[in-house]
């Protein structure tokens, strides 16, 4: 470094050429004083660094005679950018660059020489660092003294600098310094400024700054935009220009409290807005002066409307469920933390167990149980099962507040949180020691049930029909002949066995009884046994009842086939008896007609006879008496032919009808037997027409066989319409078949049985008299002589009677008698 040149003071004259130096000197000085008060003007101009910093070197290097100069300015991370430059290389904006080390500024990138620099507070000579060079390093301090530039000046290699040329460099280098502190707290500022306008620009709350004359000077974009207008609208208006006169009045309220108190404050601020009215959480706050003036207020609100909203619609609806939490009155619904402490307590809980929300908040559920959950830890233990498997059922005896006990059935959900840790869970209790009571009670009674199933032999059955599966008791297959292990839980098993007949009316009745709330049912029908039989069986059935709904039924099911068919055989037994009673009443009346109509013929005649013998003379003849008595005579005969047949019943039911067998020409017996009836068919007008071929030994009862002909005869007369009337015998070695054809009314063939029958009729007995006796007699006596009597008819055709018989009986029969208590 060259040592500054000392200008030196003599005692005594001053020599010409010094004083001539020293006027010199004091030319320089003063110009340099002249440049540092321009410089200084300088820097109170707003200029820029840059601008301010080559005048500034100009000057200088100017004042000084220097050849070449460049400011360097301190980066952050200890770099340098050049800011100015003259005669130097590196341009404005330049970085120092280690790779250019061969310009003798890419000293500054040597970290041990700036250290030196800065350790400096004079300035630092170049020419020990650099060979060759020439010139100053000088450390250009900031407002507080730290180094912010350095400034490098290089000169020829005769100039010196002396002490007032330093002092001007100090100088210089104290004016720069400064400048660049300046600039680094203008750029500071303005990057701070620029930081926090972004922050309001893009904050989602409302910002606004009023000056003391109430106008804003500050609104962010979101200010302006809810009042529908550009930023620059808003700006210098008041708020009786921007809000309704309402709004604003609210507003300035709130300001004056702010200002009054001189401390910030959050108000809740409905805004009438052009989208309507909108609810804000405003904060409001005074802005002051360092000496604590205020001078403007600030505001910085959140429009709160939707989440308003959002929390009036969450109240809205917790307040729904918490009314449907408590509207459960026979559930309780309780809240637990993840400990096990109750955090909510339903009305519902509050009945069931009897402790009021405010008793239990805060503790443990499990003080109020009994037996497992009172455990220590057993809660915990649910919880966790809980947690791990979404749910947990359990059932334990609690003790309410005021002692009394009951049977609680609790499930536990836990609640998760929206991220996914445990919340805590959620109880739903039952009181359910009535079901409890109801269950102990059935099985107590389904034990006695077992025990009576034993006793009377029934089969019992339970009916799970929410499950729809039946169980069988015991025994209850194996009465029926299944084996125990049969698969019988469905209950389409049973059904399939019920008769078909009967199937639709059980299952329609058990229907019934199940839907229209019936407790009992019962049926009777018929049930298939494993072995094909179909039994009778009496079916009872209780349906129980969970809160209306059916759940279960047990019944039991009887073997009633030995009682059924008693019964059966009973009313069989009244309904012949019924019959038999009708069909006695009917024969008696008819039988008392039959009798009466001969006896009062009869009765007439006689009466006609003696009025003829009374009156005597021209009135009385032999013929006419003659004729008088046969009329009587064919009267009585009817009578008798009535009581005879009367006589038969009476013989055949009791067995006691005698049978005289011989052998004779049955064709002779029955052609004699015509010729004796022909007189009487023709008062019924009909033509007896016989064929009769050959004779025909037979061993027969010949009065029984001519009693038969004769009725079969009769009948062709009765009912043969007067039409002619056909016999015919024909046969072989071992039987023979007389027929009689009448072509009559006929009967029809429903009847064709049934006139074989006792007092049976086919006809009314208005048109024709009758006992319905005699087709009876005579087919019974037929069957006694080994043979047959049989019809063949068509209604309105004629009827044929046809009588088989036996040439030669092998045995005649024993006489049997008829079995019919009733008669
Ligand atoms: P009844 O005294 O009523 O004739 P029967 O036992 O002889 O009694 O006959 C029974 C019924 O059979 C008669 O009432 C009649 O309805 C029917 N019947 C019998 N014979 C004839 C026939 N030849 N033609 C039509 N119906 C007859």
Redesign the pocket.
């Known amino acids: 470094m060259v040592s500054p040149a000392h200008p030196g003071t003599e005692q005594g004259r001053v020599p010409a050429a010094v004083a001539h130096l020293q006027q010199a000197a004091q030319q320089a000085q003063l110009r340099r004083y002249g440049v540092l008060a321009s410089l200084g003007q300088l820097a109170l101009r707003d200029l820029s660094l840059p601008c301010f910093a080559r005048e500034s070197l100009a000057q200088l290097l100017e004042t000084l005679e220097l050849s070449q100069g460049a400011l360097w300015e301190l980066l952050d991370g200890g770099r340098f950018r050049c800011v100015a430059s003259f005669g130097a290389s590196p341009r404005p904006g330049q970085l120092v660059e280690p790779a250019e080390a061969s310009e003798w500024h890419a000293l500054l990138a040597t970290p041990s020489l700036t250290a030196k620099v800065f350790g400096e507070e004079a300035p630092v000579p170049l020419t020990p660092l650099a060979p060759g060079s020439q010139g100053l390093l000088v450390r250009l301090p900031g407002s507080s003294g730290e180094a912010v530039a350095v400034l490098a000046l290089g000169m020829l290699p005769e100039r010196r600098c002396d002490a007032d040329a330093l002092s001007f460099l100090q100088a210089v280098a104290h004016l720069l310094g400064a400048a660049i502190s300046r600039e680094h707290q203008t750029r500071t500022r303005r990057a701070e400024v620029e930081r926090l306008q972004a922050l309001f620009e893009g904050s989602p709350l409302v910002i606004g700054l009023k000056g003391p004359d109430g106008r804003y000077a500050y609104v962010n974009r979101r200010f302006a935009t809810y009042l529908r207008k550009p930023v620059e609208e808003v700006l210098g208006h008041t708020d009786e220009e921007l809000f309704p006169a309402d709004t604003a009045r609210m507003m300035h309220a709130h300001d004056d409290t702010v200002r009054a108190t001189g401390e910030p404050r959050e108000f809740e601020e409905e805004l009438a807005l052009p989208e309507g009215r909108l609810l804000f959480l405003a904060e409001r706050f005074p802005l002051r002066e360092p000496g604590g003036t205020p001078y403007a207020t600030g505001l910085m609100a959140l429009d709160i409307s939707a989440l308003k909203r959002t929390e009036r619609e969450l109240r809205r609806r917790e307040g729904e469920l918490r009314q449907m939490v408590d509207g459960l009155e026979d559930q309780g619904i309780i809240g637990l933390d993840t400990q096990g402490r109750v955090t909510g307590w339903s009305r519902g809980a509050e009945r069931l167990k009897g402790y009021k929300a405010e008793e239990i908040i805060g503790r443990e559920v499990a003080f109020i149980h009994e037996g497992e959950l009172a455990r220590p830890g057993m809660l915990r233990e649910a919880l966790a099962k809980a947690a791990r498997e979404g749910r947990v059922e359990a059932e334990s005896w609690c003790v309410r507040k005021d002692g009394s006990r009951f049977l609680s059935e609790d499930t536990v959900f836990p609640l998760w949180m929206e991220e996914g840790g445990l919340r805590g869970f959620s109880v739903v209790s039952r009181d359910v020691t009535e079901r409890y009571e109801a269950q102990m009670e059935l099985q107590r009674s389904e034990a006695r049930y077992r025990l009576v199933s034993r006793a009377t032999g029934e089969s019992i059955w339970d009916w799970d029909l929410v499950e729809n599966r039946v169980e069988w008791g015991e025994q209850a297959l194996e009465r029926f002949g299944y084996p125990a292990r049969e698969s019988a839980s469905d209950p389409s098993w049973w059904e399939a066995r019920i008769h078909p007949e009967d199937r639709a009316a059980v299952l329609s009745s058990l229907v019934r009884a199940i839907e229209h709330g019936e407790e009992r049912w019962y049926a009777e029908y018929r049930f298939l046994r494993a072995d094909g039989d179909q039994v009778w069986v009496r079916d009872h059935g209780y349906v129980l009842r969970e809160g209306g709904r059916p759940v279960r039924m047990i019944g039991a099911m009887a073997d009633i086939t030995r009682r059924r068919r008693a019964e059966e055989e009973r009313s069989r037994l009244y309904r012949e008896a019924q019959e038999a009673i009708r069909l006695r009443d009917e024969f008696l009346s008819v039988a008392s007609h039959e009798l009466k109509t001969p006896l009062t013929t009869l009765q007439l005649h006689l009466q006609m006879l003696r009025m003829l013998a009374t009156k005597g003379g021209s009135a009385f003849s032999p013929e006419r008496a003659t004729k008088k008595l046969s009329l009587a005579e064919y009267q009585v005969q009817r009578l008798v032919t009535l009581v005879s047949d009367l006589l038969d019943i009476s013989r055949l039911n009791s067995g006691r009808m005698e049978f005289r067998f011989e052998t004779v020409d049955v064709a002779r017996m029955v052609r004699e037997l015509l010729e004796r009836q022909r007189q009487l068919l023709r008062h019924c007008g009909s033509e007896l027409r016989v064929q009769l071929r050959g004779g025909y030994a037979a061993r027969v009862d010949p009065m029984r066989l001519e009693q038969i002909l004769t009725?079969l005869l009769s009948?062709?007369g009765?009912?043969?319409q007067g039409k002619p009337i056909d016999v015919s015998i024909e046969g072989d070695e071992d039987e023979y078949f007389i027929r009689v054809r009448?072509r009559?009314?006929?009967?029809a063939p429903e009847?064709q049985q049934r006139?074989f029958e006792r007092f049976?009729?086919?006809?009314s007995e208005r048109h024709?008299g009758?006992?319905?006796?005699?087709?009876?007699i005579s087919r019974r006596i037929a069957e006694r002589l080994g043979g047959t009597l049989t019809v063949r008819?068509r209604p309105g055709e004629g009827?044929t009677?046809e009588l088989r018989l036996p040439r030669f009986p092998s045995e005649t029969r024993p006489s049997e008698p008829v079995d019919e208590a009733h008669w």
């Open positions: 009725n009948n062709a009765k009912y043969g009448d009559g009314i006929g009967i009847d006139i049976e009729r086919a006809v024709y009758g006992l319905g006796l005699g087709l009876w008819s009827s009677f």
